[in-house]
């Protein structure tokens, strides 16, 4: 008896809680790290970008307006979820990223800690970057946090889930929305994870992952005029530029590249999230 | 905000003669009252101390400041409202008033003196045909706690004697207890007792404790037939402030255009030196208007304050700093 | 009638040299370029003095002696650090009145401004962050969170004194050396700072000043040894210093134009709400990146509204920024007045409505009268663009949301306004306003402790509070 023929998955885009192919129709090859075949992911093209853009945009007002503790409990809920699939993700990072199982194992768990780890800011956050400022005048002046809004993400090429868990959980637990580019070479944890991403309570829109080329993609976010932030995390030396200075078009605010390696099972810190966050300070009068 | 339009004040934009009967309208109960005066634009306290602050750094040199003295002094109600009080210290008082420096007669007199009811005749005697005004505190003044009736008989008694203007004080108590009713009838009341005599109507601001109390009590002043309204007794503290007497100069300002009829204001108390005067006349030219820069529309309430106007006036003529001892204590 | 008799100010306590070098490591020096700017009273376009062009050897002059200074100020105990920078405070309070007076002559504001506002927000600032000096490690940085190195910085001209503490005293602070371009228009109290800090014996090269215009801020901006760029200023500049520092590992904050919206409710105290919108547009001849140029008031009061605000606006008192009864002094420069009448034209040919009061205009000097333009629409060009300018564009709205739906209706957001007497539908405003500040029930109110800056095009980066120390230091 012959062993039985596997399903295979289709790797398609995350667009708007949707799984679309891209509207160009074009797919790439994608490989393991012995360089087997593994898939055809979708090619997205400059109009899915754009689509990701507006889908996250009209995520936007609902999921800043989320309170804090429901971020955290979605958050939360997506580190659950995430658990619950851990060996098809050990399986993929294996695949992808040459990894054998014990340290894919590492790497999954401390996705799912990171996750675990984000979701518990949502509601601390703004205690720790507002503020209570003491005027010299009749006036309550408090500062608070507000998201930037809609962040582009180009994500780390190597660290396929735990890179872009990380760069991804910093920017929607303070209530951005935002389009991701993952990893062009392991680009198939990053559709897993949109799978876990759709099934975890978290609206759709507010995350949105685009497989294909960084060079190809990023640079028509970064000038993209209703983007406001870019996390070039992923972006090597040429890119980084030129997305720096499309970015500069609409004032972006504009993650750089690290100057060093990053270790991604290192204690992030807070930066991830404060470079996408806005101080607001509001003013009244105290009197009679 | 609730306009005058909606209880009737005011029948179309000018026509002024409409809003003699209405006004019944609005104070037909102590609820429409009540919805009138909260109807009103609140009063941010920050936001008008600012304004009144920002007006007192106003800087009135050389000629403006000669006129704004003798503006002053033209505006005073010279005023002794002590339990001491005598018939000789009211007429002392009274010779100061049409002379304020009996070596310069260059020196306007005062607008008026103000004193108890019981020394209204003796005060009108000493001012003869001067032009000085006299008027008389009534209504139980300072508190205000007494039955309708004598309020009105102590009104009747100071206009019989020959008092050309009342200082009434309103009910604070019945204020604040929200029975702007009662106070209102008792505004008219006084009002229909002083006959031909102009009546100020004291809100007691310091007692009021908020600005928007202020502008409410204004209102209803104005409402009940108040020709002026007056800052406080200036036995209460804090008295008169600029703060406060801004918000009456809007109230007189927004009651002219809204209801058509011009109303003057009265700070009292507290106001002892020539920049505290030159500081209300800011206050009048840059919020009521110029129109209200006259003794007929603007008074100020005050005893010690014309000796520093004088001291001020002789140094701008002189050019040499000027003593008390100089000036009568009168 | 009470008229008031002229109230001047006396010039006298200042002494203005006829030309200026520049200050570089604690010295006054020639340019090395020939570039010679004259800076003018824009009141009597009197020449008050000639100022030195700094080109690009210059500015490298000033960033090596700010990069030497770097290693002793940025080792010095902060305590020490707190010491000058207090002493520079301390002479700023001592020498508030000569420095009033000497920008109110370069720049054009009221002396009641410069006096009241600016001189005392200055001296607070410093006072403020010498505080930090020596606590930077409790300030939710970091255990030892380090200075940068060189900050290059760049102000505009409608705060000249106030921008540049704005921009020195954090950065001094935190442990960073300085060179601080002043806008070519308004360079004075920046020279005279220049004498304050050799007064308070600072290190030479901590602060240098470095005259000069967009060539000058260009050449300081990309200077490869500059670590920090600081910029106030315009949007358009600030985009291209956004572009110009992409790629390297500067740090950035810039602080941008504004259009903001003053949004009046018709359970607005109106009062203040009528002296809120006055303080909003025409406070500093409206030369204000978050001035509230665009009045959003509530249909239901808009004509008792406006009333007020025209009663009101024909109380102004324009003329001599040095008479200390001035409300509203002179426009910065000729260019800027330029821009001012040219975008008021578009305004009355795209069919608002103009209104000024009766304002007598001096002969001599730039001058633009308070102006209103009621039947403005979002599409409008002075709906849209930043005026700088005393020019008030009125729209009218009918529900909260429409309300916010216009007031963010913009690419920037620095500021905005709301007047309601109702403390629920304040905070729901405050909290769907896409701007860094909001003014509820006040407006234009500036403080060391309170986080200032923008969201959107507005640009980036807090100044102020100890949001404002982020920007000095590395994380």
Same mark, same amino acid.
């Given at each position: 008896m012959s062993e039985r023929l596997a399903v295979r998955k289709t790797y398609k885009l995350f667009i708007g809680g949707a799984f679309p192919r891209s509207e160009s129709g074009r797919s790439y090859v994608v490989s393991s790290s012995k360089g087997e075949f593994l898939a055809n992911a979708s090619k997205a093209s400059r109009k899915d970008a754009r689509e990701a853009v507006a889908a996250a945009r009209k995520a936007f007002p609902g999921w800043s307006a989320a309170t804090a503790y429901n971020r955290g409990q979605i958050l939360y809920r997506v580190a659950e979820m995430l658990e619950g699939r851990r060996s098809q993700f050990v399986a993929e990072l294996v695949d992808a990223d040459g990894v054998g199982v014990r340290k894919a194992g590492e790497l999954v768990d401390a996705a799912v800690d990171r996750l675990v780890w984000y979701a518990g800011w949502s509601d601390k956050i703004g205690a720790i970057r507002g503020s209570a400022n003491p005027v010299a005048?009749?006036?309550f002046n408090l500062s608070s946090t507000e998201p930037t809004?809609?962040?582009?993400?180009?994500?780390?090429?190597?660290?396929?889930?735990?890179?872009?868990?990380?760069?991804?959980?910093?920017?929607?637990?303070?209530?951005?929305?935002?389009?991701?580019?993952?990893?062009?070479?392991?680009?198939?944890?990053?559709?897993? #994870?949109?799978?876990?991403?759709?099934?975890?309570?978290?609206?759709g829109g507010v995350v949105n992952i685009l497989t294909g080329s960084a060079a190809e993609i990023a640079p028509w976010l970064a000038g993209h005029?209703?983007?406001?932030?870019?996390?070039?995390?992923?972006?090597?030396?040429?890119?980084?530029?030129?997305?720096?200075?499309?970015?500069?078009?609409?004032?972006?605010?504009?993650?750089?590249?690290?100057?060093?390696?990053?270790?991604?099972?290192?204690?992030?810190?807070?930066?991830?999230?404060?470079?996408? #966050?806005?101080?607001?300070?509001?003013?009244?009068?105290?009197?009679t | 905000m609730v306009s005058l339009e909606s209880f009737g004040l005011v029948g179309d934009a000018g026509a002024v003669s409409t809003t003699t009967t209405p006004l019944a309208e609005v104070a037909a109960s102590n609820s429409t009252l009540r919805a009138f005066l909260h109807g009103l634009p609140g009063v941010d306290r920050v936001g008008a101390d600012a304004r009144a602050a920002m007006l007192g750094t106003r800087s009135i040199k050389t000629t403006s400041k000669k006129q704004a003295i003798d503006l002053a002094i033209r505006m005073v109600d010279l005023t002794t409202l002590e339990g001491a009080d005598t018939p000789g210290k009211v007429k002392a008082m009274c010779a100061k008033a049409i002379h304020p420096d009996p070596t310069d007669l260059s020196v306007p007199s005062v607008a008026a003196v103000c004193v108890y009811p019981d020394l209204v005749a003796t005060a009108v005697q000493a001012l003869g045909g001067s032009g000085v005004k006299v008027a008389s505190v009534a209504t139980a003044f300072p508190s205000g706690r007494s039955s309708l009736e004598v309020k009105v008989a102590d009104t009747a008694l100071a206009v019989?004697?020959?008092?050309?203007?009342?200082?009434?004080?309103?009910?604070?108590?019945?204020?604040?207890?929200?029975?702007y009713l009662k106070v209102f009838e008792q505004i008219a009341a006084v009002k229909a007792a002083c006959g031909s005599a102009h009546l100020k109507v004291i809100l007691e601001t310091g007692e009021l404790s908020t600005y928007d109390n202020v502008r409410r009590a204004s209102w209803l002043a104005m409402i009940a037939g108040a020709d002026f309204i007056k800052t406080s007794t200036g036995k209460v503290s804090p008295a008169a402030t600029l703060p406060v007497t801004l918000v009456m100069l809007e109230a007189v300002r927004d009651f002219l255009r809204t209801a058509g009829r011009k109303v003057g204001v009265k700070p009292a108390g507290g106001i002892r030196t020539t920049k505290d005067a030159i500081k209300y006349l800011v206050l009048v030219n840059e919020t009521a208007g110029p129109d209200w820069i006259d003794p007929d529309w603007f008074r100020l309430g005050a005893s010690s304050l014309v000796n520093d106007l004088l001291m001020q006036r002789q140094k701008m003529a002189t050019g040499r700093y000027a003593g008390p001892d100089y000036f009568t204590l009168d | 009638m009470f008229e008031y008799a002229p109230a001047p100010e006396s010039r006298a306590i200042v002494d203005i040299k006829p030309s200026y070098g520049l200050f570089i490591n604690g010295e006054w020096v020639e340019p090395l370029g020939e570039g010679r700017e004259k800076t003018v009273n824009p009141a009597s376009e009197e020449v008050l003095a000639e100022i030195a062009v700094a080109s690009e050897a210059d500015v490298d002059r000033a960033v090596q002696a700010a990069r030497k200074a770097f290693t002793g100020w940025s080792a010095m105990p902060g305590s020490e650090r707190a010491k000058y920078i207090f002493r520079i405070a301390r002479i700023i309070q001592e020498r508030a009145r000569e420095l009033a007076v000497l920008e109110s002559l370069d720049n054009g504001k009221p002396i009641r401004e410069s006096r009241d506002v600016d001189l005392p927000l200055v001296a607070a600032h410093f006072f403020y962050y010498a505080g930090w000096a020596d606590k930077l490690s409790y300030a939710g940085f970091g255990p030892s969170p380090q200075p940068l190195g060189v900050a290059g910085q760049i102000i505009p001209w409608n705060f000249p004194l106030l921008m540049l503490a704005w921009k020195i005293a954090p950065a001094l602070a935190c442990g960073n050396t300085v060179v601080l371009k002043p806008a070519e228009t308004t360079p004075l109290t920046a020279l005279a700072f220049a004498e304050i800090c050799r007064q308070a014996d600072l290190p030479p090269g901590v602060v240098n000043i470095v005259t000069g215009a967009g060539e000058t801020g !260009?050449?300081?901006?990309?200077?490869?040894?500059?670590?920090?760029?600081?910029?106030?200023?315009?949007?358009?500049? !600030?985009r291209l210093i956004a572009r110009s520092v992409a790629g390297s590992r500067k740090k950035v904050t810039l602080e941008l134009?504004?259009?903001?919206?003053?949004?009046?409710?018709?359970d607005a105290a109106l009062d203040q709400a009528v002296e809120g919108i006055v303080n909003g547009i025409f406070f500093n001849q409206g030369h204000v990146c978050c001035a509230g140029s665009r009045l959003l008031v509530q249909e239901s009061v808009a004509d008792e509204l406006l009333e007020a605000l025209k009663?009101?606006?024909?109380?102004?008192?324009?003329?001599?920024?040095?008479?200390?009864?001035?409300?509203?002094?002179?426009?910065?420069?000729?260019?800027?007045?330029?821009?001012?009448?040219?975008l008021s034209e578009a305004g009355e040919a795209e069919g608002a409505e103009r209104w000024s009061p009766a304002c007598p205009i001096p002969d001599k000097g730039f001058w633009f009268p308070p102006t209103i333009f009621t039947g403005v629409a979002q599409s409008h060009r002075i709906?849209?663009?930043?005026?700088?300018?005393?020019?008030?564009?009125?729209?009218?709205?009918?529900?909260?949301?429409?309300?916010?739906?216009?007031?963010?209706?913009?690419? @920037? !957001?620095?500021?905005?306004?709301?007047?309601?007497?109702?403390?629920?539908?304040?905070?729901?405003?405050?909290?769907?306003?896409?701007?860094?500040?909001?003014?509820?029930?006040?407006?234009?109110?500036?403080?060391?402790?309170?986080?200032?800056?923008? @969201?959107?095009?507005?640009? @980036?980066?807090?100044?102020?509070?100890?949001? !404002?120390?982020?920007? @000095?230091?590395?994380?």
């Amino acid at each position: 008896m012959s062993e039985r023929l596997a399903v295979r998955k289709t790797y398609k885009l995350f667009i708007g809680g949707a799984f679309p192919r891209s509207e160009s129709g074009r797919s790439y090859v994608v490989s393991s790290s012995k360089g087997e075949f593994l898939a055809n992911a979708s090619k997205a093209s400059r109009k899915d970008a754009r689509e990701a853009v507006a889908a996250a945009r009209k995520a936007f007002p609902g999921w800043s307006a989320a309170t804090a503790y429901n971020r955290g409990q979605i958050l939360y809920r997506v580190a659950e979820m995430l658990e619950g699939r851990r060996s098809q993700f050990v399986a993929e990072l294996v695949d992808a990223d040459g990894v054998g199982v014990r340290k894919a194992g590492e790497l999954v768990d401390a996705a799912v800690d990171r996750l675990v780890w984000y979701a518990g800011w949502s509601d601390k956050i703004g205690a720790i970057r507002g503020s209570a400022n003491p005027v010299a005048g009749p006036y309550f002046n408090l500062s608070s946090t507000e998201p930037t809004g809609v962040v582009a993400v180009v994500a780390p090429e190597a660290g396929p889930l735990l890179g872009l868990v990380s760069v991804i959980a910093p920017v929607i637990v303070t209530g951005n929305t935002c389009v991701v580019v993952a990893s062009e070479r392991a680009p198939l944890p990053s559709i897993t #994870l949109a799978e876990v991403l759709a099934t975890s309570d978290l609206p759709g829109g507010v995350v949105n992952i685009l497989t294909g080329s960084a060079a190809e993609i990023a640079p028509w976010l970064a000038g993209h005029m209703d983007v406001n932030a870019i996390d070039l995390t992923g972006a090597d030396g040429e890119l980084a530029v030129t997305c720096e200075e499309a970015a500069a078009e609409n004032l972006k605010r504009v993650l750089r590249p690290p100057a060093a390696k990053v270790d991604w099972l290192a204690d992030p810190g807070t930066e991830r999230m404060t470079a996408f #966050l806005e101080t607001k300070t509001v003013w009244h009068p105290i009197g009679t | 905000m609730v306009s005058l339009e909606s209880f009737g004040l005011v029948g179309d934009a000018g026509a002024v003669s409409t809003t003699t009967t209405p006004l019944a309208e609005v104070a037909a109960s102590n609820s429409t009252l009540r919805a009138f005066l909260h109807g009103l634009p609140g009063v941010d306290r920050v936001g008008a101390d600012a304004r009144a602050a920002m007006l007192g750094t106003r800087s009135i040199k050389t000629t403006s400041k000669k006129q704004a003295i003798d503006l002053a002094i033209r505006m005073v109600d010279l005023t002794t409202l002590e339990g001491a009080d005598t018939p000789g210290k009211v007429k002392a008082m009274c010779a100061k008033a049409i002379h304020p420096d009996p070596t310069d007669l260059s020196v306007p007199s005062v607008a008026a003196v103000c004193v108890y009811p019981d020394l209204v005749a003796t005060a009108v005697q000493a001012l003869g045909g001067s032009g000085v005004k006299v008027a008389s505190v009534a209504t139980a003044f300072p508190s205000g706690r007494s039955s309708l009736e004598v309020k009105v008989a102590d009104t009747a008694l100071a206009v019989a004697d020959g008092a050309s203007e009342i200082d009434m004080v309103i009910d604070r108590g019945a204020f604040l207890s929200g029975d702007y009713l009662k106070v209102f009838e008792q505004i008219a009341a006084v009002k229909a007792a002083c006959g031909s005599a102009h009546l100020k109507v004291i809100l007691e601001t310091g007692e009021l404790s908020t600005y928007d109390n202020v502008r409410r009590a204004s209102w209803l002043a104005m409402i009940a037939g108040a020709d002026f309204i007056k800052t406080s007794t200036g036995k209460v503290s804090p008295a008169a402030t600029l703060p406060v007497t801004l918000v009456m100069l809007e109230a007189v300002r927004d009651f002219l255009r809204t209801a058509g009829r011009k109303v003057g204001v009265k700070p009292a108390g507290g106001i002892r030196t020539t920049k505290d005067a030159i500081k209300y006349l800011v206050l009048v030219n840059e919020t009521a208007g110029p129109d209200w820069i006259d003794p007929d529309w603007f008074r100020l309430g005050a005893s010690s304050l014309v000796n520093d106007l004088l001291m001020q006036r002789q140094k701008m003529a002189t050019g040499r700093y000027a003593g008390p001892d100089y000036f009568t204590l009168d | 009638m009470f008229e008031y008799a002229p109230a001047p100010e006396s010039r006298a306590i200042v002494d203005i040299k006829p030309s200026y070098g520049l200050f570089i490591n604690g010295e006054w020096v020639e340019p090395l370029g020939e570039g010679r700017e004259k800076t003018v009273n824009p009141a009597s376009e009197e020449v008050l003095a000639e100022i030195a062009v700094a080109s690009e050897a210059d500015v490298d002059r000033a960033v090596q002696a700010a990069r030497k200074a770097f290693t002793g100020w940025s080792a010095m105990p902060g305590s020490e650090r707190a010491k000058y920078i207090f002493r520079i405070a301390r002479i700023i309070q001592e020498r508030a009145r000569e420095l009033a007076v000497l920008e109110s002559l370069d720049n054009g504001k009221p002396i009641r401004e410069s006096r009241d506002v600016d001189l005392p927000l200055v001296a607070a600032h410093f006072f403020y962050y010498a505080g930090w000096a020596d606590k930077l490690s409790y300030a939710g940085f970091g255990p030892s969170p380090q200075p940068l190195g060189v900050a290059g910085q760049i102000i505009p001209w409608n705060f000249p004194l106030l921008m540049l503490a704005w921009k020195i005293a954090p950065a001094l602070a935190c442990g960073n050396t300085v060179v601080l371009k002043p806008a070519e228009t308004t360079p004075l109290t920046a020279l005279a700072f220049a004498e304050i800090c050799r007064q308070a014996d600072l290190p030479p090269g901590v602060v240098n000043i470095v005259t000069g215009a967009g060539e000058t801020g !260009g050449a300081l901006v990309r200077h490869p040894d500059v670590d920090k760029v600081a910029f106030t200023g315009s949007t358009e500049v !600030g985009r291209l210093i956004a572009r110009s520092v992409a790629g390297s590992r500067k740090k950035v904050t810039l602080e941008l134009g504004g259009k903001a919206a003053n949004i009046v409710f018709e359970d607005a105290a109106l009062d203040q709400a009528v002296e809120g919108i006055v303080n909003g547009i025409f406070f500093n001849q409206g030369h204000v990146c978050c001035a509230g140029s665009r009045l959003l008031v509530q249909e239901s009061v808009a004509d008792e509204l406006l009333e007020a605000l025209k009663r009101r606006l024909s109380t102004l008192r324009l003329g001599d920024p040095l008479d200390k009864n001035t409300d509203i002094g002179a426009i910065n420069s000729a260019a800027q007045l330029a821009k001012i009448r040219e975008l008021s034209e578009a305004g009355e040919a795209e069919g608002a409505e103009r209104w000024s009061p009766a304002c007598p205009i001096p002969d001599k000097g730039f001058w633009f009268p308070p102006t209103i333009f009621t039947g403005v629409a979002q599409s409008h060009r002075i709906a849209r663009e930043e005026i700088f300018g005393p020019v008030l564009s009125v729209l009218t709205f009918r529900t909260p949301a429409e309300a916010i739906e216009k007031a963010n209706n913009t690419p @920037y !957001g620095l500021s905005a306004g709301v007047w309601t007497e109702k403390g629920s539908l304040m905070l729901w405003m405050a909290s769907r306003l896409r701007a860094g500040v909001v003014w509820s029930n006040t407006f234009n109110k500036f403080d060391p402790t309170s986080p200032f800056g923008g @969201y959107k095009e507005s640009g @980036y980066g807090r100044e102020g509070g100890r949001h !404002g120390l982020e920007a @000095y230091l590395a994380l």
